[in-house]
């Protein structure tokens, strides 16, 4: 187990990092929507790059999951199906004329919300529309969605694997039955087991199971029971997520629990590195962040070769350096520019049947972002990157240096001909490692209510 003296010194709160600058450092809010198509014009014309990432956003469930924080809208009127993927078709046609091509689709992923929460007749629409012009290949594009179990029929499971999905990615998060009750997302293991094996029956290639650790009831009994039963049914890939507790932002959905109820520190991490253990025992590899998948499973063979890529979809195997967000909330990617939609339903889809690309806010990068920002992309994905070696670069390099200096000492991180790798024992505190490269907290006094703990 890892020293308690260092979790205690580095679990602070820090950003995940799926983008940077990180979204509380956005600068371009507003963001209008011309000035995000000539963003989009001139990454085309400069990087000549017509190969994207899609990634859709279907907000919809039927109950409150009290751990999460995604951006949700929460009904039992399957009414809304219809008029939002006309919205996002419409949102798609958008994006085609900004483009003035039809880019070549690597992956798409549906998230949510629950994307399964829509009829399968619907999201099959939604498919063949953004499609139309495009050649399906489950060779050449990645396709892959979010599903909660519960709401999963077979019908969703065949008719999108004749589409061409090959992923599935289901909520498990656990098992334990007072967890589920504290956190309303109850759901048994025969249920979960049943999604599962049927999916593999019909062919999904790639089956992964989110689960959380730091949930409320949590302990290392439960929680290891959870990870036996994972085990049982053995994913091609486990996503191993900490709880990021933020009720200050995402209001009464994260106080359905007492903060007394949340493992804390170093009982916390030690919720994960007993799953760490064994999922490693069991053969699994650790990849990037919070992941682990099969030898065979793309994403390991991904990390393996450096093809590791992140966005905001999480890890990805496709690296592509643009990435777009369809649906209320989507935040788009095109590498020199970040934008996010509107958060409601109601102003997006008010936007978007205005003939308007929905954004309200983002941030156009500066030549020093840009630099930080793969630096802190390879740290993220492959555990080291090297430092910039353009010369006026060279004072940020030495701060950053200096910002290091502790974990170095405490022999998490070293540097080595200007490279900087995360050492074994550094591997929790990744987080920590890309906040010293982080201009915006090296110049900003951060509010502890702005993100969760790195551990």
Not at 73 to 81: A, D, G, L, M, S
Request: aromatic share 12%; proline share 5%; charged share 25%.
């Amino acid at each position: 187990m890892n020293d308690p003296e260092l979790v205690k010194k580095y679990n602070i709160p820090g950003p995940r990092y799926t983008s940077y600058p990180t979204v509380p450092f956005w600068k371009n809010n507003p963001l209008n929507e011309n000035e995000w198509s000539n963003t989009i014009q001139t990454f085309i014309k400069d990087f000549d790059h017509k190969e994207l990432s899609l990634y859709i956003h279907l907000p919809f469930c039927e109950q409150l999951c009290t751990f999460c924080g995604c951006h949700k809208r929460i009904t039992k009127n399957h009414q809304v199906e219809e008029p939002y993927i006309d919205t996002l078709l419409k949102e798609w046609d958008l994006y085609k004329n900004t483009f003035g091509f039809e880019p070549t689709i690597k992956e798409l992923h549906f998230g949510g919300g629950t994307p399964t929460f829509f009829k399968p007749s619907e999201l099959i629409r939604l498919l063949e529309g953004i499609f139309e012009k495009t050649t399906v290949s489950p060779e050449a594009c990645e396709l892959s969605f979010e599903a909660h179990p519960g709401s999963t029929s077979e019908e969703h499971l065949r008719e999108l694997y004749r589409f061409g999905f090959r992923r599935v990615s289901f909520g498990i998060q656990d098992y334990d039955a007072d967890v589920q009750k504290a956190i309303h997302r109850v759901q048994s293991f025969e249920l979960v087991k049943t999604v599962h094996e049927l999916s593999a029956n019909i062919g999904y290639t790639s089956i992964n199971h989110d689960l959380v650790y730091g949930l409320p009831k949590q302990n290392l009994e439960i929680f290891e029971k959870t990870i036996d039963l994972t085990l049982e049914l053995k994913p091609e890939r486990i996503a191993l997520y900490s709880y990021a507790h933020v009720p200050w932002i995402k209001g009464t959905g994260q106080r359905g629990y007492s903060e007394e109820d949340l493992p804390q520190d170093n009982e916390k991490r030690a919720l994960y590195e007993m799953a760490y253990e064994k999922l490693l025992d069991y053969g699994y590899l650790a990849i990037g962040m919070d992941h682990f998948a099969l030898p065979t499973d793309a994403l390991s063979i991904a990390f393996h070769s450096k093809k590791l890529h992140r966005n905001f979809m999480g890890y990805t195997t496709k690296s592509t350096n643009w990435m777009i967000g369809l649906g209320m909330s989507s935040i788009s990617d095109c590498w020199i520019g970040f934008a996010q939609n509107d958060k409601t339903v109601e102003d997006y889809q008010i936007q978007v049947n205005e003939g308007k690309i929905p954004v309200f806010r983002g941030h156009l990068l500066t030549k020093s972002e840009l630099i930080i920002r793969k630096n802190i992309l390879d740290l993220m994905c492959h555990f080291e990157t090297k430092f910039s070696e353009n010369e006026s670069f060279s004072e940020i390099n030495s701060k950053i240096k200096e910002r290091l200096k502790p974990m170095i000492a405490d022999e998490l991180v070293a540097i080595e001909n200007n490279v900087v790798s995360i050492l074994p024992k550094g591997l929790p505190f990744v987080r920590n490692a890309c906040m010293a490269f982080d201009q915006d907290l090296a110049s900003n006094a951060i509010s502890q209510q702005l993100f969760s703990k790195t551990i």
